[in-house]
């Protein structure tokens, strides 16, 4: 299918953005004043909100409050318009970006270009795991989780009623102990301890085993060793197993299956796992490095200059977690400052004023909420925990979810679990659980649901005169068989 090149709706400065995430957003909103037109590329319609996905699948918030429309976000920046597309190529010598959704193909122009396409879950080249042990990057993962989690719950109500064996299904296992593992873990914990536990008859909510599976020797190592043994402590006393040193080397329906150091391998039995254990950065990175030459670290992140553009492309810039430099890590604040930096970078240039130098990364600090009241947070050399920690887990995350009436519902939300023992929302359904193994079947997704482009219009025009033709000579003999005073006459009868 040939792409359609948009045409520029004026002469001024064309920026694509390509991510609708922490870069992308924050690199479109940076841009507001300049003299240039934004086009933001991102495959979602949604800006995403990743660090609390875990929330909306453990369901004390819905998808909504953490994933609000990029359109309307936008809708008050002028110089800034939103595309829907995935982008499968950009080619740096004609200056491209071309994108598809749903079989469609669109071609978009640039003069410069930010790159804040993220990145995805890796499975350490066991892709197979995924069909059983979803990641957390997405809504979708999310609700899928959602769904899991919730359902395994039922699952196991039903196979006590009938006498069943039903550990198994009250067996839920995180693979991968940082910061995401850790309140997954934790928020499963406390779902099945305090908030399920009036829900059912024939199981008991509080039964229900917990294992956070990692190979390294600690949980949150980026944390430090203090602070990730106070991690491991509170996770224990939650009632969560903490298996450290632990290789995942099999994930099936039924489980997964581990091995140790000295080399025992240990099974267990779970249906419900959860991948939380490593990133892989958008294979977006590997077009940029063919053409330039910058390498590719063993995560996928493409080596940038210090001022966050590439070899030889001073125009495009690359941020967030598709870059490997000076060992910055993947989240949002890196993303975040380096989109501001690369528009500011573009601004200057337009007006003539100098650059802003290399980019230089400020650490706030890292900070992961393990239970109502107890998380851990590292600010510099300060290290909090408990409910100090977890007021500030709050404050932060309020400031920085987008829209004022999200930030209002989302803290009902959390008033409503913290404080009481209940979660909001706990909708599941089965499409949410099995749409993404249903889809995977198809050979192109989504597109091999709708029509491609012109096919549905043509079809319709030979149908259409298909079924004229017929209705036509139904209504000639409707008519004739009355005018002959033929109804009810048999057959042979007839004149
Ligand atoms: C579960 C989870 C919890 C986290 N918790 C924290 C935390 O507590 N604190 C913290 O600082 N960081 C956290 N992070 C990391 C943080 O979210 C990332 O570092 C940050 O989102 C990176 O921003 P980005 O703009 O590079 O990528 P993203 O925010 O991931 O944005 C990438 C964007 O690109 C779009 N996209 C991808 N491919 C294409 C394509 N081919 N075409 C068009 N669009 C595309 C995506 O749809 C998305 O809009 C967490 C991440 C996860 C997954």
């Known amino acids: 299918m040939a792409a359609q090149p948009i045409s520029p709706t004026s002469q001024r400065h064309r920026v694509v953005v390509i991510g609708s995430g922490f870069g992308g957003l924050f690199g479109t909103k940076a841009l507001r004043r300049a003299d240039v037109d934004v086009t933001m590329v991102a495959k979602t319609t949604h800006h995403l909100f990743q660090p609390l996905l875990y929330q909306v699948a453990t369901g004390i918030l819905s998808q909504g409050e953490i994933a609000p429309p990029t359109r309307e976000i936008l809708s008050g920046q002028k110089n800034a318009q939103v595309l829907l597309g995935e982008v499968t190529d950009i080619d740096l010598e004609a200056r491209t970006v071309t994108s598809q ?4 193909s669109t071609v978009t122009p640039y003069d410069s270009l930010i790159v804040a396409a993220g990145a995805g879950q890796s499975y350490f080249g066991n892709d197979h795991f995924s069909e059983f042990a979803p990641g957390m990057k997405s809504i979708d993962d999310a609700l899928e989780l959602r769904g899991r989690i919730f359902g395994a719950f039922e699952m196991a109500e039903i196979g006590a009623t009938r006498g069943e064996n039903v550990d198994h299904l009250l067996t839920f296992v995180v693979v991968g102990a940082g910061p995401t593992g850790v309140e997954m873990a934790g928020q499963i914990a406390e779902l099945a301890h305090r908030t399920l536990k009036k829900d059912f008859r024939a199981i008991n909510s509080r039964h229900a085993r917990v294992v956070l599976v990692d190979a390294a020797p600690q949980v949150l190592p980026p944390f430090g060793k203090k602070l990730g043994e106070k991690a491991k402590g509170e996770l224990e006393k939650l009632g969560v197993e903490v298996v450290l040193g632990a290789m995942v080397t099999d994930v099936d329906e039924r489980g997964i299956e581990m091995k140790f150091k000295d080399g025992s391998v240990e099974r267990i039995d779970s249906v419900t796992k959860i991948w939380a254990a490593g990133v892989q950065a958008n294979p977006l990175g590997r077009t940029l490095s063919d053409q330039t030459g910058a390498p590719l670290d063993r995560a996928g992140r493409i080596a940038v200059n210090p001022d966050l553009t590439l070899p030889g492309y001073p125009e495009v810039f690359v941020v967030g977690d598709m870059i490997a430099l000076d060992n910055l890590p993947g989240v949002a604040q890196v993303a975040i400052q380096g989109a501001k930096y690369a528009a500011k970078e573009i601004d200057n240039r337009l007006s003539s004023k100098p650059s802003q130098g290399p980019f230089r990364y400020f650490d706030k600090g890292s900070m992961a909420i393990i239970s109502r009241f107890r998380a851990v947070a590292l600010i510099g050399s300060l290290r909090l925990t408990g409910v100090v920690a977890w007021l500030m887990w709050l404050a932060l995350h309020l400031i920085y979810i987008t ?5 209002v519902t989302a803290l009902l939300h959390w008033f409503v679990s913290f404080i009481g023992r209940g979660r909001s929302e706990r909708t599941t359904t089965e499409q949410q659980i099995f749409a993404r193994s249903a889809l995977g079947r198809l050979k192109r997704g989504a597109a091999d649901l709708v029509s491609d482009p012109g096919i549905y219009d043509a079809a319709r025009s030979v149908l ?3 079924r004229r033709a017929e209705l036509e000579a139904q209504a000639e003999e409707e008519a ?16």
């Open 101 to 104: 959704v749903l079989g469609r």
């Open 464 to 466: 259409e005169t298909t």
């Open 480 to 495: 004739r068989l009355t005018d002959a005073g033929q109804r009810g006459v048999p057959a042979e009868q007839r004149a």
């Open 403 to 407: 829209g004022f009436k999200n930030r």
